[in-house]
């Protein structure tokens, strides 16, 4: 089976930069995904990492370290539309097995 | 097309109703998911499908009864439902069944459900 843990909330300020972790246990390890959902919206998703090392898209970045079952998701220039809900999400074969997620509110 | 459409949006059904939920998606992905998602938690998985054939059910009770008629679609079929199943359900797509290259779930809008 899998398990993964995130931090439940995380609060910062526009502009700044916040990292959301994740660790996971699990059996079949193919990859980590990221997940933002919107209250009331669909998961909608920023990044994956395959393999170790950083990937980064525009504002987001997700770095994996396979041999300690841990990722991160760095935001950079936090706006307040960055409020949402983050997923970290295992990639086990044909399922993902998605984490408790992290509610980030980004104040003024 | 990058999409993946479901519909209703919203259902209310009594608990001797029987009901479906549709889901389609145009991107020539073979892999097709159901997702369960109550207020406040993560999705959790119900069913996967791939190459149309049923390769996961993670112990859904059998008042949930998925199909996949081809390809594009993947239905839902709902009967004699609890009201604690009212939830956001969620289909999504993936393009990558056994390449880990691929890591990316496209999920559509969602249907929400009220069981009474």
């Known amino acids: 089976g899998q398990s993964l843990e995130q931090p439940s909330e995380v609060t910062a300020v526009e502009g700044a930069i916040v990292q959301i972790n994740c660790t996971y246990q699990t059996s079949g390890f193919y990859g980590l995904s990221w997940y933002q959902q919107h209250d009331g919206g669909a998961p909608t998703f920023l990044s994956y990492n395959a393999l170790d090392g950083l990937e980064e898209t525009g504002r987001f970045s997700s770095f994996l370290s396979r041999s300690d079952s841990y990722g991160y998701l760095l935001l950079q220039e936090l706006q307040m539309k960055d409020s949402a809900s983050y997923f970290c999400?295992?990639?086990?074969?044909?399922?993902?097995?998605f984490g408790p997620g992290t509610r980030l509110s980004v104040l003024p | 097309d990058t999409e993946v459409t479901q519909t209703p949006k919203h259902l209310v059904m009594g608990m001797t109703n029987k009901k479906s939920l549709k889901c389609e998606q145009h991107m020539g992905h073979r892999a097709m998911y159901w997702y369960k998602q109550k207020a406040k938690k993560p999705p959790e998985l119900m069913f996967v499908y791939s190459y149309e054939k049923l390769s996961i059910n993670e112990s859904v009770p059998s008042r949930f009864s998925p199909e996949c008629p081809n390809s594009s679609l993947l239905n839902l079929h709902l009967h004699a439902l609890q009201p604690e199943d009212s939830a956001l359900y969620l289909c999504a797509s993936s393009q990558g069944l056994l390449d880990r290259v691929y890591g990316e779930l496209f999920f559509g809008e969602g249907s929400r459900l009220t069981v009474l």
């Open positions: 999400a295992v990639r086990g074969g044909q399922n993902f097995v």
